[in-house]
Nanobody, 127 residues
Framework: QMQLLVPGGGAAKAGESLKLSCATV????????MAWFRQLSGKEREGVAT???????????GYSDSVEGRFFVTRYNDENTMDLQMNALKPEDTAMYYC?????????????????WGQGTQVTVSS
C-alpha cells in the first residue's frame, strides 16, 4: 500500500525560504495526481500546489492564488518524490502542510481529488 512521508517542516522568518519534500513509499504510478495542501487549526484544508501528468517525466502544475509566484512544486517520478519550494514566506503561510496523491483524472486543489494523505508537517513563519 502506498504511503506518503514528509520528513519535516520547519520555521522561518518572513521573506525567507523553506523546502518541503514528500517521499512515496511503495511506489506511485506516474499518472497519479500529487499535490500539497495546508491547514490551519479550525479551518478547512486548502489546496496549495498540484501536479498533473502530461507525458513521461513531464507534469503540469497548478497553484492557489495565495502562493502563485512564491511557491514552486517539482515532482521527481524516478525518485518517487515531490518537493515544494516556498519562497518569500509570509506569516499567513503558517500551517500544517500535507502531501496528497490520487488516481483520478482531475488533479485539482480540492481534497476530494485525493485519497492518500501523508502525515502533516508544521511550517511556522514569524514576522
Amino acid at each position: 500500500q502506498m504511503q506518503l512521508l514528509v520528513p519535516g517542516g520547519g520555521a522561518a522568518k518572513a521573506g525567507e525560504s523553506l523546502k518541503l519534500s514528500c517521499a512515496t513509499v511503495g511506489g506511485i504510478a506516474e499518472s497519479y495526481c500529487m499535490a500539497w495542501f495546508r491547514q490551519l487549526s479550525g479551518k478547512e484544508r486548502e489546496g496549495v500546489a498540484t501536479t498533473s501528468f502530461r507525458r513521461p517525466r513531464v507534469y503540469s502544475t497548478g497553484y492557489s492564488d495565495s502562493v502563485e509566484g512564491r511557491f514552486f512544486v517539482t515532482r521527481y517520478n524516478d525518485e518517487n518524490t515531490m518537493d515544494l519550494q516556498m519562497n518569500a514566506l509570509k506569516p499567513e503561510d503558517t500551517a500544517m502542510y500535507y502531501c496528497a496523491a490520487g488516481a483520478g483524472a482531475h488533479c485539482g486543489l480540492e481534497t476530494k481529488d485525493y485519497n492518500t494523505w501523508g502525515q502533516g508537517t508544521q511550517v511556522t513563519v514569524s514576522s
